[in-house]
């Protein structure tokens, strides 16, 4: 029987983004961001203690080649040491059949905001006359939201959607965004990723939560967007810092129509005053910040013509 080797990095907000670019360079299909110690009985949004320490996981394959990538990784890793402090990496084998399900002891379901509730699929819990259900099994794409930057997306979201708007999910993962967006209104979601193991996991997601008649699932990137007459009232942007400066060099604020929002995520603090620069020059005006330890949400707007 095939085995795995699960690798875990116990950072805090700052070093996340950079150990999750790390791990998936060695990582097979991807990588999991997981908010730790949130006990059952403080999941209430209002209750939710701030960030002091994210697990980083991944999975290797157990072969020939696994004592080789787990040096690698860890000269990575002393490198890095040298301009940040960095853990040392725990090592876990798993069974091929638990390998994709591991991770899902830790994954509870969570409010955001007022009224959502992201629920895995394989739990139950009791919802609120005005609750609103994401139901997710998000296998290997990104996006359970555990992560602070899913969650401050979230809470714009539920915050700026209003009924009949039409919205471009940039970089999708689990479609996570785009069926909160749906649920609170939208008209239409067009949900992009370059991953095809996350189209298929926001495809399931989509299908599983009643909203295939709204959202439509595709791979694809910002140039499929820009090249085309296509023209949206929201944008969302959860990736990374780098990659939002360096879409804003391929137009990316030409996506989102005169009067209309974006909202962009996976940024930490001190890249903050980058990105909103780099907004500007796309033809975007930062207006707003959402911060959760040392993760910020920026919201932009493009200003009417």
């Not at 360079?25 to 997981?34: D, P, S, T």
């Not at 040392?88 to 091929?96: C, F, I, K, L």
């Not at 140039?223 to 990736?239: E, G, K, P």
């Not at 330890?293 to 707007?301: F, K, L, S």
Request: include cysteine; glycine fraction near 8%.
């Amino acid at each position: 029987m095939s085995k795995w080797i699960e690798v875990t990095l116990r950072v805090d907000g700052e070093a996340a983004e950079v150990t999750a670019e790390l791990l998936q360079k060695y990582g097979y299909q991807g990588v999991a961001i997981e908010h730790e110690g949130i006990p059952p009985d403080k999941l209430d949004e209002d209750q939710i203690p701030p960030p002091t320490h994210l697990s980083v996981r991944a999975y290797i394959p157990e072969d020939s080649r696994a004592d080789e990538t787990k040096t690698r990784l860890e000269e990575a890793l002393r490198y890095m040491n040298m301009m940040y402090p960095m853990p040392t990496p725990v090592y876990r084998v798993v069974q091929e059949e638990d390998w994709a399900e591991a991770w899902k002891v830790h994954y509870h379901p969570l409010r955001i905001g007022q009224r959502l509730v992201i629920r895995p699929l394989w739990t139950e819990v009791e919802m609120g006359a005005d609750d609103v259900e994401v139901a997710l099994d998000p296998g290997m794409a990104f996006g359970t939201g555990t992560h602070p930057t899913t969650q401050l997306c979230l809470e714009a979201v539920e915050a700026l959607v209003t009924p009949g708007l039409k919205i471009l999910d940039l970089g999708t993962g689990s479609a996570i965004l785009a069926i909160a967006a749906a649920k609170l209104g939208a008209a239409s979601v067009l949900a992009l990723d370059i991953d095809p193991v996350a189209v298929e996991a926001a495809v399931k997601n989509v299908e599983q939560n009643g909203v295939s008649d709204k959202i439509t699932v595709q791979e694809g990137t910002l140039v499929n967007v820009v090249t085309s007459a296509r023209r949206f009232d929201m944008l969302l942007c959860n990736i990374l810092a780098r990659i939002i400066i360096q879409m804003c060099d391929e137009h990316l604020g030409d996506v989102i129509r005169p009067g209309g929002i974006g909202i962009f995520s996976g940024i930490i603090l001190d890249q903050a005053d980058d990105v909103e620069a780099a907004l500007r020059k796309t033809g975007l005006e930062p207006y707003a910040r959402r911060v959760q330890g040392d993760w910020v949400v920026i919201e932009a707007r493009r200003p009417t013509e």
